[in-house]
């Protein structure tokens, strides 16, 4: 079973940054695709990016193109989530997730490991 620990959340007025990590630990080598999510009070939790263990098929949500990027670092085992051009609307608990499907999805019940989440909050 892998371990995953989101970091790196905090409070941002509108327009800013945070960068977001998640630390990967354990069976990774059988997860294939990971994943950032949020869920804000009263929504469900929608997929936000996701990206291969090569560092291909990313995919991102709609909401989030041109402003968030997703990326990793095998080295460290560690996944990143960079979020640019804050909005209020942004404003939700991430949670980084693993797959092991092949496929490149943000559909979540395809993800069989998840963190804990890390708090971020956009004011305006």
């Known amino acids: 079973q892998v371990q995953l620990a989101e970091y790196g959340g905090g409070s941002v007025q509108a327009g800013g940054s945070l960068r977001l990590s998640c630390a990967t630990s354990?069976?990774?080598?059988?997860?294939?695709?990971l994943g950032w999510f949020r869920q804000a009070p009263g929504k469900e939790r929608e997929g936000v990016a996701g990206?291969?263990?090569?560092?291909?098929?990313?995919l991102y949500a709609d909401s989030v193109k041109g402003r968030f990027t997703i990326s990793q670092d095998p080295a460290k085992n560690t996944l990143y989530l960079q979020m640019n051009s804050l909005k209020p609307e942004d404003t939700a608990i991430y949670y980084c997730?693993?797959?092991?499907?092949?496929?490149?999805?943000?559909?979540?019940?395809?993800?069989?490991?998840w963190g804990q989440g890390t708090q971020v909050t956009v004011s305006s």
């Open positions: 990206i291969d263990r090569g560092g291909g098929s990313i």
């Open positions: 997730a693993a797959s092991q499907s092949w496929v490149a999805s943000l559909w979540q019940h395809n993800f069989d490991s």
């Open positions: 354990g069976y990774t080598y059988r997860h294939n695709y």
